[in-house]
């Protein structure tokens, strides 16, 4: 079974651009989570989608936002992107969720620099 | 809101040894999930061992156990025989019952000596 893919790997904007991140969850995973890892502040969850549906939102600006599509591939937006921005993005799966154990199979991730 | 801490930024152990890396959570809820996850330099996060908060007994896996106790709100993770392979990037991780949202510690880089 093919495992969590993003796309692209790898990406370079400027400031005040938008960019879009792509991840395909896991065949017949309807969770998919999205990170922020960066050095100063680590970890940090962004948003969580469920049959299309964000069922969980981070502390994060407007100017990220996701969805989900029908066929539980996800995409994460950022507008007006910040230098701050830049950061390694990972995308989760997940078979289901909430009051489970249900375990969460992590992408390549997508790494973004912005100049 | 859930906090997680890894008071451990850097280990490290010899190739055959054990070591433990310290995680320590705070939270109200009393269902929860804990997990380790090790990131290689490769960048691909996988999941090394979970427990769930319900269960007394220890959770292991192979060469990797944990020491949870509920009452101190600690999860501590022992790998055995340690492995050049195991040289990574540690997170520690907790998740509430409301969706599959993680809340990572700071990580605990571990290095494996020959």
């Not at chain 1, 990972?90 to 992590?106: D, H, I, K, P, R």
């Not at chain 2, 501590?76 to 510690?105: E, P, V």
Request: proline content about 4%.
């Amino acid at each position: 079974k093919a495992g969590v893919t993003q796309t692209p790997r790898y990406l370079i904007k400027t400031r005040g651009q938008q960019v879009t991140l792509s991840c395909s969850p896991i065949s017949g995973h309807r969770s998919v989570s999205w990170y922020q890892q960066t050095p100063g502040q680590g970890l940090q969850f962004l948003f969580e989608y469920f049959s299309e549906t964000q069922r969980n939102k981070g502390n994060f600006p407007g100017r990220f936002s996701g969805r989900q599509f029908s066929n539980s591939r996800s995409e994460m937006n950022v507008s007006t992107l910040e230098l701050g921005d830049s950061a390694l993005y990972l995308c989760a799966s997940s078979l289901a969720g909430s009051a489970t154990s249900y375990e969460q199979y992590f992408g390549p991730g997508t790494r973004l620099t912005v100049t | 809101a859930q906090t997680v801490t890894q008071s451990q930024p850097e280990m490290s152990v010899q190739e055959a040894e054990t070591v433990t890396l310290s995680c320590t959570y705070d939270t109200s809820e009393s269902d929860y999930y804990l997990f380790w996850y090790k990131q290689p330099p490769s960048r691909q996060m996988i999941l090394v061992i979970r427990q769930e908060a319900y269960k007394q007994q220890n959770a292991t896996e192979n060469r990797f156990s944990v020491n949870f106790q509920k009452a101190a709100k600690s999860f501590s993770l022992k790998i055995s025989d340690s492995q050049l392979g195991d040289a990574a990037m540690y997170f520690c991780a907790y998740r509430g019952n409301a969706g599959n949202m993680l809340t990572f510690g700071g990580g605990t880089r571990l290095m494996v000596k020959p």
